[in-house]
């Protein structure tokens, strides 16, 4: 059974930063593309970032220069860095395969940025 569990987030003062971890369950990094989504209260839950199992990345405009995503096939963790963060960044993230299943969602992290 896959599971992804989220950690790293907490409240930031605008212009902070944050690394969030998304470790598996199970070895799907080397073959599955890997995603990082966000959802705001009242919101739809966003893809920001996606990686590919062979590497290759791609941003949200909203969070392009800003985000970085990065993965460890070894632990089997996903990450993101997310630099300059802004109040409008505040949200639940989540990770999960790039194609989401909904059978993946985890629980998610809370990132608050707040002055």
């Known amino acids: 059974q896959v599971q992804f569990v989220e950690s790293g987030g907490g409240l930031v003062q605008p212009g902070g930063s944050l690394r969030l971890s998304c470790a598996a369950s199970v070895r799907l990094f080397s073959t599955y593309a890997m995603g990082w989504y966000r959802q705001a209260p009242g919101k739809q839950r966003d893809l920001v970032a996606h990686i590919t199992s062979g590497g290759s990345t791609n941003y949200a405009d909203s969070v392009k220069g800003r985000f970085t995503i990065s993965g460890d096939n070894a632990k089997n963790t996903v990450y993101l860095q997310m630099n300059s963060l802004k109040p409008a960044d505040t949200a639940v993230y989540y990770c999960?395969?790039?194609?989401?299943?909904?059978?993946?969602w985890g629980q998610g992290t809370q990132v608050t940025v707040s002055s």
């Open positions: 999960n395969t790039a194609v989401p299943r909904a059978d993946y």
